[in-house]
């Protein structure tokens, strides 16, 4: 059983279009993240988000953590071929330093 | 700075074989963990370290052992590799692992292949 549930699993979209992408959970974290990896590199992180309901934004990328602290989304406006790689959301369930990962969503983005 | 470097980049072995993946990085951080990745499963924890000398299990640690010898080095071993740990190998560090807000910085991988 996957604790952080992530969808959907791939996406293949055209240059200018918007997407959001989900991280959904039964048990509430007391922060998220969110990485983007490239083919053949390791995930970088891309923001973290610890308070319910708040709202990050990272040029055409918004990030909403749930008012309840247990999903998040990832919305990212005007979508660029640069987009293109897998996202994972993670958290620490224990708050002990051991993330655990979503399955992660493959985007795909078209010129 | 390096970051995060691990070796070898790519190796494949045979059923039964042992071999050792290296972690290296040079920012004296205190956490080091290591992950595998499939398709469809994201990354899972396999074993972490909280500072030198000190290892712990992860979420999947069967068939791996570890050792943190050294505060920048973290060695991934496996004594007698099996086709199901064909997988890509993370390591990644972060300064002090308990802040929620603490970013994990990640090396490049090592692609296993187990025949």
């Known amino acids: 059983t996957q604790l952080l549930e992530q969808s959907p699993q791939f996406l293949s979209i055209q240059e200018g279009e918007n997407l959001t992408v989900y991280c959904n959970s039964s048990?509430?974290?007391?922060?998220l993240q969110w990485y983007r990896q490239e083919p053949g590199e390791g995930p970088v992180l891309l923001v973290t988000?610890?308070?319910?309901?708040e709202v990050k934004k990272l040029k055409r990328l918004t990030f909403q953590f749930g008012d309840a602290r247990k999903d998040s989304s990832l919305h990212i406006t005007a979508a660029q071929p640069g987009d293109t790689g897998l996202y994972l959301c993670a958290g620490d369930p224990s708050n002990t330093g051991k993330l655990i990962f979503g399955q992660g969503t493959t985007l795909q983005v078209k010129p | 700075n390096a970051g995060v470097t691990q070796t070898p980049k790519f190796r494949v072995l045979k059923t039964g074989q042992s071999m050792t993946l290296l972690c290296a990085q040079d920012?004296?951080?205190?956490?080091m963990y290591w992950y595998r990745q499939d398709p469809g499963m994201g990354l899972r924890l396999i074993h972490y370290?909280?500072?030198?000398?000190?290892?712990a299990k992860g979420e999947v640690p069967d068939g791996y052992n570890v050792s943190r010898l050294k505060k920048q080095n973290f060695l991934l071993g496996l004594e007698s590799a099996a086709p199901s740990q064909t997988s890509v190998y993370f390591c990644?560090?972060?300064?002090?692992?308990?802040?929620?807000?603490?970013?994990?910085?990640f090396g490049p991988g090592t692609r296993l292949l187990v025949l």
């Open positions: 990644a560090s972060s300064y002090w692992g308990r802040r929620p807000q603490e970013t994990q910085y």
């Open positions: 048990s509430v974290f007391s922060s």
């Open positions: 988000v610890v308070t319910g309901g």
């Open positions: 920012m004296n951080h205190e956490y």
């Open positions: 370290s909280v500072g030198e000398g000190t290892t």
